[in-house]
């Protein structure tokens, strides 16, 4: 037995010893070493460094939570259902399926609680295959990037199955690679044996939670064979239908398998009178891929046009939700823009209605072991739990433009070239060296049978895929034969690379709470490693043209060890085992694709300190900025919920979000011009422009400003609650009732960095300016902060004490000439200092309503989301008015000394909280193509 799947091994036994002596927890790292030491007491030669594998991967496994999903629902024609007898009356299939997961992937209890309360809300949403008559629901899980999509719609094909559905289809990607792998995946998950052979019967070969239980049975019309997509010839002699047993097929999203399918359907389905009487559940996984109709459809007198064709991929899917009385139709995504953007009433009487998910959006949870782009990247507000530290330690820029090897704008036929000839440059160079102590440290650390990938990413042209493949074996034939004689300089390169980069880095990613919670090997561990890892790496294209898949599991016994080179077949739903070090030059303007791409998000237990993810600055900033509006998105979401408003009012919020300047054009389906609103926006400034001129000029211009204002009201606000409770601000000037005309003409004189996306000064100052015409946005609280711990600076005639922001910048690199980039400038008791005692209770308890939907303990503060919404709205119910006239601007001097700018005057910081508002108007933009910019709509 291998030493991983020792540890695996004894983890397992220790974790059915600890249910046994405390089935409902708790588990304390006393308890867990325990438990260990009593396993490990009969197993022979057990060293030290395996025992502390043992116990982190316990710790690993019990101390992840998922949480709690919230959901926005219309229950319009829904009878509610699932809970009570019709959930426990019988759950073969989704039993067997948890017991799997908690004996051979070794999930936890709170993982499996999450799971089972996840599949539950989605349960409910969608409708009780056992009810008569016709119904059709439509709903949209959203997920995270590489969070375990799979194993959550895994067990929500489980339960449907249970509860009475018996036709099951999975659309799986795009590509042949990603249905195989779902296929694999489902095999395992759900059916239990390999589906190699059509039908279930005598001589199955048992798999996944066929091994804990054969009983519940389920039928397959596709199989694990590379060309095992959807059939409808051999469907027919296979002659199975979904009557007393499930009947599950994995298809790919391609317009002439889906009509192959509908056509089975109605010549063999439609003819038995099936499509009447069984239930049918879609599953579309990456569901904003493919299945959104990108067509124009016209609208009539405000109706829809009936003849209208959408696209091919999308007409299928509703041919085949039309064809049955009773369906269900589950979106599966993490970035669901293009989902919400449909447009609620597009229907054609051939295809039946769009897809718009308008009876339920659930939002899962992040796990807590999770990594995605808020651990990567970090976020632009107050409510991040990252805020000034907790960012993983993993970046690590390319200078793109500076090797030239492959240009952003680039075609099929580029060479890539550096330094004359036809190598890799020097930060690929790094990033293999990188990804090799990545391997001989896991080695090191007794994970020798692991998988690890790097992937490389850095074209969508097939061609360059192979030229770069050719550069790199060339160059790491070089490396393998200097470490494996000793000769030339990689040795000294990667002991060097480990010395000056891995281990500060893994001190400091632990101590912004990454804990491997396995000790870092010293380099004589790594070193004896590094012969062994670099005769085991394989460098692969993975693409379209690829013959074979990436085999994982045909590996399993003694791990894989490869450096992926791919594009667009890596960009979505393709799972990299053990990814560790990424190399990504991928240039897109449609960020929401660039989020997908994101190979690198997902679980790393036991080496998330080793991760790297090599980039440009420039990506790094996108994709903070998309990570800030996604949890924005979120988080209104949750709200929402609390409120218990229904997805098209979702939809229509979000359709105005300023995100949308900055996703895929043609997001907006109906026309070239975008609609932006603020309202129930707070726009908090992170990106700042390093050049004295500008920093000299915003300080002068926001002195002229605050002068104008005349004197602050007052400077220490401080208020009593209705529970007697006081909040106090000290150190903030406060100036009441500034013209809404004033603030817009400050911030359209200000300068801002071309990178701060979600700061405009012009288009806040637009927005302002259209809500003014209406009579809301009229009169504006202005905070000034003046006790901050930076040095005194001067701001005009006043001497302000600055307050400081660390510098996102990694410590060690060279700081850019041109910007200041930090995580946040607010401190989250600030947006509130404008309510009312009544507004800031009913706000705060807004705030834990949603919290506590979610699982999450209360906090002593109103979030930004409930802020707004009541400055702007009130409660009526509880007789609170709201006013969406009034607008909050907070502004922070901050210290120039920490990114190291000598100037006389502070930088200014601002932060604008906008009223939700009824009544806001949207500042309409048309992209122009031609210069790739927004321009104002006259």
């Known amino acids: 037995m291998s030493i991983t799947n020792r540890v695996n091994t004894m983890a397992s036994m220790a974790q059915q010893r600890m249910k046994l002596l405390r089935p409902d927890g708790p588990y304390d790292r006393e308890f867990i070493a325990e438990m260990v030491s009593a396993v490990i007491s009969g197993v022979p030669g057990v060293a030290d460094d395996e025992r502390h594998a043992v116990l982190a991967e316990i710790e690993a496994r019990e101390q992840i939570t998922i949480g709690r999903p919230s959901k926005l629902k219309d229950d319009t024609d829904h009878v509610s259902w699932y809970f009570g007898q019709r959930r426990t009356a019988g759950r073969a299939f989704y039993e067997r399926y948890s017991r799997f997961l908690h004996e051979y992937e070794g999930w936890g209890s709170g993982m499996l609680d999450g799971l089972d309360e996840s599949t539950d809300a989605v349960m409910e949403s969608i409708e009780d295959p056992l009810r008569p008559g016709l119904w059709d629901r439509r709903g949209l899980v959203l997920g995270h990037v590489q969070s375990g999509k799979t194993a959550n719609y895994a067990g929500l094909l489980c339960k449907a199955a249970d509860a009475g559905y018996r036709l099951l289809v999975v659309l799986a990607g795009m590509h042949n690679v990603l249905r195989l792998q779902t296929q694999l995946r489902l095999d395992r998950d759900f059916l239990g044996y390999k589906s190699t052979s059509l039908g279930a019967g005598e001589g199955l070969t048992w798999t996944g939670v066929g091994l804990i239980d054969r009983r519940p049975k389920a039928d397959f019309l596709t199989t694990r064979d590379t060309k095992g997509d959807f059939d409808k010839a051999r469907a027919e002699r296979q ?32 003819g038995r009178g099936d499509t009447h009487e069984i239930p049918l559940l879609v599953i579309d996984d990456e569901a904003d891929q493919a299945s959104v109709d990108t067509g124009d459809q016209d609208f009539i007198d405000g109706l829809p046009d009936p003849d209208y064709e959408p696209k ?27 989902n919400i953007l ?48 907790g960012i993983l330690d993993a970046f690590r820029e390319v200078d793109q433009a500076g090797e030239g090897w492959i240009p952003q704008d680039h075609d099929a036929s580029h060479l890539p070239v550096y330094g004359g000839g036809e190598r890799i440059p020097p930060s690929l160079e790094e990033a293999i060296l990188a990804f090799v102590l990545v391997c001989a440290a896991r080695r090191a650390r007794r994970q020798p049978n692991k998988h690890n990938t790097m992937l490389v990413h850095v074209s969508r042209f097939k061609d360059l895929h192979r030229r770069v493949h050719g550069q790199v074996d060339q160059w790491f034939t070089e490396l393998r034969r200097e470490i494996r004689y000793s000769t030339g300089s990689a040795l000294q390169r990667l ?40 005769d085991r790496v394989k460098v692969v294209v993975v693409n379209s043209d690829s013959l074979e898949p990436l085999d994982y599991d045909a590996n399993a016994d003694t791990g894989l060890n490869v450096i992926a080179i791919g594009g667009d077949k890596l960009s979505r739903g393709l799972t990299l085992e053990g990814l560790s070090v990424s190399y990504f030059l991928r240039a897109s303007r449609m960020y929401d694709s660039l989020m997908q791409m994101g190979r690198w998000f997902g679980y790393r237990p036991g080496y998330v300190d080793l991760c790297r993810l090599y980039t440009t600055d420039d990506l790094r900033l996108h994709y903070r900025h998309v990570a800030t509006a996604a949890e924005e998105l979120r988080e209104q979401l949750d709200q929402m919920q609390a409120l218990g408003e229904t997805p098209e009012r979702y939809g229509l919020k979000i359709q105005s979000h300023p995100l949308l300047l900055v996703t895929a054009r043609n997001k907006m389906r109906y026309t070239n011009e975008y609609a932006v609103s603020f309202a129930g926006e707070g726009k908090i400034q992170t990106v700042f422009d390093r050049d004295v001129t500008v920093i000299r000029t915003n300080a002068r211009l926001t002195a002229e400003f605050l002068d104008q204002c005349g004197a602050p009201r007052e400077a220490n606000h401080s208020m009593t609650l209705p529970n007697s409770a006081v909040v106090s601000w000290p150190g903030r000037h406060v100036w009441r009732d500034v013209a809404g005309s004033r603030i817009s003409a400050w911030l359209r004189s200000l300068r801002f960095a071309p990178e701060s996306y979600e700061v405009s000064g012009i288009r806040m100052a637009e927005y302002i300016d259209a809500q003014v015409a209406i009579g809301e946005l009229t009169s504006w609280s202005v905070v ?65 309503l949603a919290r506590a939907e979610k699982g999450l303990d209360p906090e002593d503060r109103p979030g930004g989301p409930a802020i707004r919404r009541l400055r702007g709205k009130g409660d009526p119910a509880k007789g609170i008015s709201g006013n969406p006239g009034r607008g909050l601007v907070i502004i922070y001097p901050l210290d120039p000394t920490v990114p190291e700018i000598d100037v006389e005057v502070p930088i200014v910081g601002l932060v604008v909280s906008f009223p939700e508002s009824d009544n806001a108007r949207a500042v309409r933009y048309r992209f122009n193509t031609v210069l790739d910019r927004l321009e104002l709509v006259v």
């Open 239 to 270: 002659g199975i239908a979904p009557e007393s047993r499930p009947l599950l097929l994995v298809i790919k999203k391609n317009a002439r398998i889906l009509a192959n399918l509908n056509a089975w359907v109605g010549d063999f389905l439609v």
């Open 312 to 338: 091919r991929v999308n007409a299928e899917i509703r041919k085949l939700l039309k064809a049955f009385d009773k369906s269900a139709y589950v979106a599966y995504t993490a970035t669901p823009f293009a």
């Open 342 to 389: 449909i447009h609620d009433q597009r229907e054609t009487e051939e295809h039946g209605e769009d897809l718009f998910p308008r009876s339920f959006i659930v939002n899962l949870p992040r796990p807590s072991s999770y990594i995605g782009p808020v651990e990567v990247f970090g976020i632009d507000r107050a409510e991040d739990r990252h805020h000034e530290t």
């Open 495 to 534: 002991a060097r690379l480990w010395q000056i980069d891995f281990i500060p880095s893994a001190r400091e990613s632990e101590a912004n709470g990454f804990d491997a919670r396995v000790p870092m090997p010293a380099w004589s561990e790594v070193e004896a490693e590094l012969v062994e890892v670099v």
């Open 784 to 848: 000034l902060v003046d006790n901050g711990r930076g040095n005194e600076k001067i701001l005009g005639v006043r001497q302000v004490r600055t307050t400081r922001r660390k510098n996102l910048e990694r410590a060690g690199r060279t700081i850019r000439a041109d910007r200041y980039v930090v995580g946040t400038v607010l401190d989250p008791w600030d947006e509130s200092i404008d309510l009312d005692p009544a507004q800031f209770a009913a706000a705060l308890e807004l705030t834990n």
